[in-house]
């Protein structure tokens, strides 16, 4: 286990990237925890992984910023050397409509949401090719494919993480698969507000045809699945994981 590479995930303290890190490490691999600010979030789940008998290792970076994608590949090269997976998973939504919308919050989602894709991904080249079956999952968004009048620079950012995954993954082939996944309503401090608010609960389960909120073990699953050899074949896809809501 000691020589595996590792996989990186970026928003590995919290919600679904947290998840995909204790999965993974439940699985065996060693793992990079990524996080922005909630260092104590992020040593819980170093502990999780450390406990699992997996090497961990925690970095820090702001990724609305060229410098936070800097801090991670050099943090990645000094460290790990090479990786056999990346997720990008570190994500922030606004929810507004086109008369509420500034530039700054549309620079602001599109850079956190969107830039690491293309530049982190683009950075890490070098040491996802020293890895073993290296593969990258994007996690988009069910709002990358439709449509609503909150959200436009989330929905954005969502629909070219999609469009983008599709074109990484003829760039890097056929060293580096490239998928994306689309999750639906899930329960994360993401949507809080939304989950706790027993009417948008009931809602949300109403227009889902399975009935009930995602779960972080419900995106992990598949992420965990498009990272490993059992997907080998598969590159450029992007998957629905949203309870139906999309049909
Ligand atoms: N929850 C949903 O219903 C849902 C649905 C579809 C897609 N998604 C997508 O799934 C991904 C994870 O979402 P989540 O619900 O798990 O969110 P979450 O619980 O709010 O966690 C967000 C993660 O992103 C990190 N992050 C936030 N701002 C950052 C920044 N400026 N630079 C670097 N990292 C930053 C956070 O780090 P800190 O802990 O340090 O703040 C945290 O690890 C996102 O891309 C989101 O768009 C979520």
């Given at each position: 286990?000691?020589?595996?590479?590792?996989?990186?995930?970026?928003?590995?303290s919290?919600?679904i990237?947290?998840?995909?890190?204790?999965k993974l490490?439940?699985e065996?691999?060693?793992?990079?925890?990524?996080?922005n600010?909630?260092s104590?979030?992020?040593?819980?789940?170093?502990?999780?992984?450390?406990?699992?008998?997996?090497?961990t290792?925690?970095?820090s970076?702001?990724?609305?910023?060229?410098?936070?994608?800097?801090?991670?590949?050099?943090?990645?090269?000094?460290n790990?050397?090479?990786?056999?997976?990346?997720?990008?998973?570190?994500?922030?939504?606004?929810?507004?409509?086109l008369n509420?919308i500034?530039?700054?919050?549309?620079?602001s989602?599109?850079?956190?949401?969107?830039?690491?894709?293309?530049?982190?991904?683009r950075?890490?080249v070098?040491?996802?090719?020293?890895?073993?079956?290296p593969?990258?999952?994007?996690?988009?968004?069910?709002l990358?494919?439709?449509?609503?009048i909150y959200g436009?620079?989330?929905?954005a950012s969502k629909?070219?993480?999609?469009?983008?995954?599709?074109s990484?993954?003829?760039?890097?082939?056929?060293?580096?698969?490239?998928?994306?996944?689309?999750?639906g309503?899930i329960m994360?401090?993401m949507?809080?507000?939304?989950w706790?608010?027993?009417h948008?609960?009931g809602k949300v389960e109403?227009?889902?045809?399975?009935?009930r909120?995602g779960?972080?073990?419900?995106?992990?699953?598949?992420v965990?699945f498009?990272?490993?050899?059992?997907?080998?074949?598969?590159?450029g896809?992007?998957?629905?994981v949203?309870?139906?809501i999309?049909?």
């Amino acid at each position: 286990m000691q020589d595996l590479p590792y996989v990186l995930v970026t928003g590995g303290s919290r919600g679904i990237g947290r998840e995909i890190s204790k999965k993974l490490a439940d699985e065996g691999k060693n793992i990079i925890i990524h996080y922005n600010r909630n260092s104590q979030e992020a040593e819980k789940v170093r502990d999780y992984c450390e406990g699992k008998g997996v090497k961990t290792l925690a970095v820090s970076a702001d990724l609305s910023s060229v410098e936070g994608i800097s801090v991670i590949r050099k943090f990645v090269q000094d460290n790990a050397g090479s990786l056999s997976g990346l997720v990008n998973a570190a994500g922030i939504y606004e929810g507004n409509q086109l008369n509420e919308i500034t530039v700054e919050e549309w620079e602001s989602v599109l850079s956190v949401n969107l830039m690491p894709v293309v530049f982190l991904t683009r950075e890490l080249v070098p040491m996802l090719e020293k890895g073993r079956s290296p593969a990258v999952v994007n996690i988009s968004s069910v709002l990358g494919l439709k449509n609503d009048i909150y959200g436009l620079s989330y929905q954005a950012s969502k629909a070219a993480i999609i469009h983008i995954s599709r074109s990484l993954a003829k760039a890097l082939a056929p060293a580096i698969r490239v998928n994306s996944v689309s999750p639906g309503f899930i329960m994360t401090d993401m949507n809080r507000d939304g989950w706790e608010d027993s009417h948008f609960r009931g809602k949300v389960e109403k227009i889902t045809p399975m009935g009930r909120w995602g779960k972080v073990e419900d995106i992990a699953e598949m992420v965990c699945f498009l990272l490993s050899d059992k997907a080998s074949f598969i590159t450029g896809s992007n998957f629905v994981v949203d309870g139906g809501i999309s049909i």
